[in-house]
């Protein structure tokens, strides 16, 4: 059973960087193709970020475009999400993702942005 553990969320204000960072267990990490989601407040949960089980190709979705940023540690079972200037309409909850036969989630951290 894959177990998947986010953390890094946090209040900000908006223009400042965060990383987030999911930790994965129980399973073989590099065999698997990871994701960031976030779920806005009243939003359905939307794909951010992918990154394949190399990290050679990785997928950033238009609204963040140029800000974000998604990388993996096949040694240390983690993946990464940089976060550089934050808007406010990044506040959700971040959710990582792992896909192997099925998808596994996390339980999400919470990034808000101030303006």
């Known amino acids: 059973q894959v177990q998947l553990v986010e953390s890094g969320g946090g209040l900000v204000q908006a223009g400042v960087s965060l990383r987030l960072s999911c930790t994965a267990s129980g399973g073989t990490f590099s065999t698997y193709h990871m994701g960031w989601f976030q779920q806005a407040p009243g939003k359905e949960r939307e794909l951010v970020a992918a990154?394949?089980?190399?990290?050679?190709?990785?997928y950033i979705a238009d609204s963040v475009k140029g800000r974000f940023t998604i990388s993996r540690d096949n040694a240390k079972n983690t993946m990464f999400l940089q976060m550089n200037s934050l808007k406010p309409e990044d506040t959700a909850v971040y959710y990582c993702?792992?896909?192997?036969?099925?998808?596994?989630w996390g339980k999400g951290t919470l990034v808000t942005v101030s303006s």
């Open positions: 993702n792992a896909k192997y036969a099925m998808d596994y």
């Open positions: 990154i394949n089980r190399s990290g050679s190709i990785t």
